[in-house]
């Protein structure tokens, strides 16, 4: 069975940090795309940052380079989202996501297999 889990959400003022790791179990991780997604209420879940299963390539939403760097560690099945600078319209669930060969199409969640269940991080003014 495969599950990712997100964890490392929290409360955080205007900016600071937060760094969401997603870990990955019952899957071929070093063989998947990792991406991660968040979720504002009342608004479509949309693409932040993706990374190739061999980390040699990343990809950003624009709003977030600079500020966030996507990584994974295949040796603990593990991918991280550090997120410098935070901002209040950073505010949402954040989702982490798997998928076999995504990261020519990485903006796109139906490209993904796997989805974690999410977790929330809200960002204070």
């Known amino acids: 069975q495969v599950q990712l889990v997100e964890s490392g959400g929290g409360l955080v003022q205007a900016g600071g940090s937060l760094r969401l790791s997603c870990a990955a179990s019952?899957?071929?991780?070093?063989?998947?795309?990792m991406g991660w997604f968040r979720q504002a209420p009342g608004k479509e879940r949309e693409f932040v940052a993706a990374?190739?299963?061999?980390?040699?390539?990343?990809y950003y939403k624009d709003s977030v380079k600079g500020r966030f760097t996507i990584s994974r560690d295949n040796g603990k099945n593990t991918a991280f989202l550090q997120m410098n600078s935070l901002k209040p319209e950073d505010t949402a669930v954040y989702y982490c996501?798997?998928?076999?060969?995504?990261?020519?199409?990485?903006?796109?969640?139906?490209?993904?297999?796997?989805w974690g269940q999410g977790t929330q991080v809200t960002v204070s003014s």
């Open positions: 019952g899957v071929a991780f070093s063989t998947y795309d």
């Open positions: 990374i190739k299963w061999s980390a040699d390539s990343t």
């Open positions: 996501a798997a998928g076999p060969s995504v990261i020519t199409s990485a903006t796109v969640p139906s490209k993904y297999v796997y």
